[in-house]
């Protein structure tokens, strides 16, 4: 049988956001036959003591679904050194490696935060958010429709999404139903 899960490259926003709820991390493999890690992005995940890589791949079930990968900056993607600000602790350094490794290698990336997306729409690279690939999920039937309203309602509930974010995924999915 052929997967239509797809693989995709994270940055660690989205995957700290699943730790908020109930049996989060299950989504991945649900949504994604592999999701990409890059070393830089895997830090912010684990940097709050004392977790290791191996430990939170134990905790949260994760070995098969998640692969740390080592990637260099793709200095080519316009604007890509604005996501780092050494003066501050909130650069988007995980960021920059999630987007490189994507344009790289071809792959979708999963990102959250304003800045990165910005750069992924003027460089051309495909990216998703939990909200917009969980939709993606049901219309290609790898999600039902009670699994992908649970799993938009999940979101709003950890406050990964507004209320205002919530309502409009959820009236997208309804009129991917009704078509």
């Known amino acids: 049988m052929i997967s239509l899960k797809e693989c995709v490259v994270s940055d660690a ?13 299950l989504y991945l ?11 830089k992005a ?13 430990d939170y791949k134990d905790f949260y079930n994760i070995s098969e679904i998640i692969e740390v990968v080592n990637c260099k900056i793709d200095r080519t993607i ?18 920059a490696y999630a987007l490189s490794f994507a344009i790289q290698n071809g792959f979708r990336v999963l990102l959250d935060d ?23 999920a049901y219309k290609k039937s790898i999600l039902s429709i009670f699994e992908a309203e649970e799993m938009l309602e999940n979101f709003k509930n950890a406050n ?3 209320e205002a974010d919530y309502l409009l995924y959820r009236q997208i999915l309804l009129n991917i139903d009704s078509k």
């Open 78 to 95: 316009s604007d890509i050194d604005t996501l780092f600000d050494f003066k501050k602790d909130n650069d988007y350094e995980g960021e």
């Open 13 to 25: 926003s989205p995957i700290i956001s699943l730790e908020r709820i109930p049996k989060g991390h």
């Open 29 to 39: 493999s649900k949504l994604f036959s592999k999701v990409y890690v890059p070393e």
């Open 42 to 54: 895997m830090f912010e995940i684990t940097r709050k003591p004392p977790r290791t890589f191996e």
């Open 160 to 162: 990964i999404y507004s």
């Open 114 to 136: 304003k800045k990165p997306i910005t750069i992924a729409k003027k460089n051309g690279i495909k990216f998703y958010n939990l909200g917009t690939y969980t939709l993606r």
